[in-house]
């Protein structure tokens, strides 16, 4: 047997405004490691219709199909993706298709700067207003665009490198951010779940991913493994071996820690 075949997949969930070839980086590192991966396009970035609702529909009909065959699977999140991508979770997790005795699963979820949404709760009840840098389409108010996405999201990155994904980001539907989850993936305690936190990150500031975390933690019944980078927010192009040791970390490989991580569980 291959080794491919025995390690979990990763799927991988894009932010808002993104598409899913932001993701072909770290997916061709981990093709060298012989890990099978998917990249799922979210309906929100296009069409402005869309609430999570239908960018979730989307990752859990992938995610059904991989698990249907027995794959595990390690669930990776950026920023938006971590509102869509963590409702798609439940029933899915390993621990509970285990106590069923069915195959395959979610046996770890990794968020990226990501949303971690409570239920009840839209991404938009986050802020305490619209953040400066989000502003309606000009063209058509049922899409919220980007003003300034250089200083956003590539801060830390320089304008030769970040330009091309500028030229990638599309318009996202407000409905999308408007929209409330109905259930989280940390709640159940079924499946661990790491944080990177980004500490110079413009579009997320990093005392408001530590506010959500410390809430997550607080609601879940499972350990969180926390690290720290200085990367802004496209943590996805700036930090690519952090992230893969990121994964294979939740895949369960035996890979050093970086500095500063931690866990954190609520008693």
Known sequence: ?????????????????????????????????DYPTEAIQLKSSGSAVATHQDDT??????????????????????SYGGKAGAVAVSG??????????EKGGI?????LAGFLI???????????????????????????VVKNPKKTFFNDISSELSQPWIEELTRQSAHSFASKVDSTAWGDGLVPCTYLLTENDQALPLLQQEQMLWDACKESRM???????????????????????????????????????????HI
Request: proline share 6%; charged share 25%.
């Open 223 to 265: 350990h969180w493994t926390i690290e720290k980078c200085k990367s802004g927010h496209s943590v996805w192009l700036t930090e690519v071996p952090t992230v893969v040791r990121l994964i294979r970390q939740g895949a369960g490989e035996d890979v050093p820690r970086g500095r500063g991580v931690h866990n954190c569980k």
């Open 57 to 78: 529909a989307i990752i859990r009909g992938a995610l059904e199909s991989l698990i249907a065959k027995g794959k595990h699977v390690v669930l990776v999140m950026h």
């Open 1 to 33: 047997m291959s080794q491919s075949t025995t390690r979990p997949t990763v799927f991988f969930v894009h932010g808002a405004w993104h598409k899913a070839s932001c993701w072909d980086t770290t997916r061709a590192e981990l093709h060298k490691l």
């Open 92 to 101: 899915l997790e390993s621990a509970a298709r285990d106590q069923c005795r």
């Open 118 to 144: 409570p239920k009840g709760k839209s991404l938009a009840d986050m802020f305490p207003g619209r953040p400066e840098y989000i502003v309606l389409d000009p063209e058509d108010p049922k899409f919220l």
């Open 107 to 111: 046996i770890h979820c990794v968020f």
